[in-house]
């Protein structure tokens, strides 16, 4: 019988996001096969503090994982040594690890980096792409470098709005105020007129110090996805969103989710191929690894514009990612068990 693969599944953390990663990692072990994987759950709390726990996927949706007998994991990190170890001092054996985190603290290179440090073995982008794919600014900036169209934007310190007040303006109404670090589409206002934007900024500085505010595109939004794969970058379907408010806001996308997503999108096939370019250029630039999904916006007269790159998008069954895959012949399951072989084959060349 062929040994199986110790996987560590992540979830929760102390990020705005973590009720989204909740979902996501109840789809993931929904799809992992337990012939095939060991799965080993690590739950982290709100406060940062990781546990061990036997949750069902769905105690982990309703957010009912963290039970009296889950045991507190405790880390260990030397110069070249990595633990990770019960209350009891048990070891806690691990091949892989899968970082199913979504925001700030888990998404953003900070555990990537740690990973990356110790030569640990996960899942997923690395520290460079994480970071730039959750600083937006950072990668509207690397995205113009390399002549991708974005819409015209400011990023400033909460603190500094009004010494860059009269610059901001410069800007053409409407925007959107967001957090320059965040996802999921929180803390993000749509201002109509120049009067909305202290409370805008006040609304975005709850969730990050840096305030990205960008000019509104009018357009539809477009988006594919990426999988890496030993034989190379497999794309998936380019899908599109109608959407019932002003943006594909949180409660679009996880409450009333009735915004229709489109996939494969029935566009011109330039359009489409073009949007692959685009994905595939934006994979290369913020040297990604794992999978990505690209966010663009399409223009009443074509022109396709960037809006972001998700290094760890939804994970569910439903989520746009997976249905991407889908409609290229990639099964959820195939799309977890790839990301892990891929995960082993970039750790085996560290220690090569």
Same mark, same amino acid.
């Given at each position: ?8 599944? $992540? ?26 994987y060991e799965i080993i759950l690590i739950g982290i709390d ?13 105690? +982990? ?13 405790? /880390? ?30 888990? &998404? ?23 970071? /730039?794919?959750?600083?937006?600014a950072l990668s509207h900036q690397l995205a113009q470098q390399?002549? +991708? ?18 610059? =901001? ?21 749509? +201002? ?20 990205? =505010? #960008?000019?509104?595109?009018?357009? &539809? ?6 999988? #890496?794969?030993?034989?190379? $970058? ?50 290369? +630039? ?22 972001? =790159? ?29 990301? =892990? ?12």
């Amino acid at each position: 019988m062929m040994k199986k693969i110790k996987v560590a599944v $992540l979830f929760g953390g102390c990020s705005d996001e973590y009720s989204v990663s909740l979902h996501s990692a109840a789809g993931v072990l929904r799809a992992l096969d337990p012939q095939r994987y060991e799965i080993i759950l690590i739950g982290i709390d709100r406060k940062g503090d990781w546990f061990l726990t036997s949750a069902s996927p769905a105690e +982990i949706e309703a957010d009912q994982w963290h039970q009296p007998e889950n045991q507190r994991l405790q /880390l260990t990190l030397a110069r070249s040594r990595f633990e990770l170890k019960t209350a009891s001092n048990a070891p806690i054996d691990v091949d892989v690890f899968f970082p199913v985190l979504h925001g700030r603290n888990g &998404e953003d290179g900070s555990l990537q980096g740690m990973f990356e440090l110790f030569h640990i073995p996960f899942v997923g982008c690395g520290l460079d792409a994480s970071l /730039l794919g959750m600083d937006k600014a950072l990668s509207h900036q690397l995205a113009q470098q390399h002549g +991708i169209e974005v819409s015209p934007f400011q990023v400033f310190n909460s603190a500094e709005l009004d010494q860059k007040r009269s610059q =901001i303006q410069r800007l053409k109404l409407p925007c959107f105020v967001k957090p320059a670090r965040g996802g999921s589409s929180i803390g993000i206002t749509k +201002i109509t007129a120049w009067k909305e934007l202290d409370s805008a900024c006040a609304a975005a500085a709850k969730h990050d110090s840096r305030i990205l =505010i #960008e000019e509104a595109v009018v357009g &539809e939004e477009i988006g594919c996805s990426v999988l #890496e794969t030993a034989e190379g $970058l497999v794309l998936g379907a380019v899908d599109r969103i109608h959407l019932n408010s002003d943006f594909f806001d949180y409660e679009e996308k996880y409450v009333d989710t009735h915004a229709e997503v489109e996939c494969p999108a029935p566009l011109p096939d330039f359009i489409s191929e073009q949007m692959r370019r685009m994905a595939l250029k934006l994979w290369e +630039i913020h040297h990604c690894h794992g999978l990505v999904r690209v966010d663009c916006f399409l223009t009443g007269d074509q022109r396709i514009v960037f809006n972001e =790159i998700n290094t760890l998008p939804g994970m569910t069954a439903t989520s746009r990612y997976p249905r991407m895959m889908g409609q290229a012949g990639i099964t959820f399951e195939m799309i977890l068990d790839t990301l =892990i072989d891929e995960a082993l084959r970039r750790s085996a060349k560290w220690t090569a």
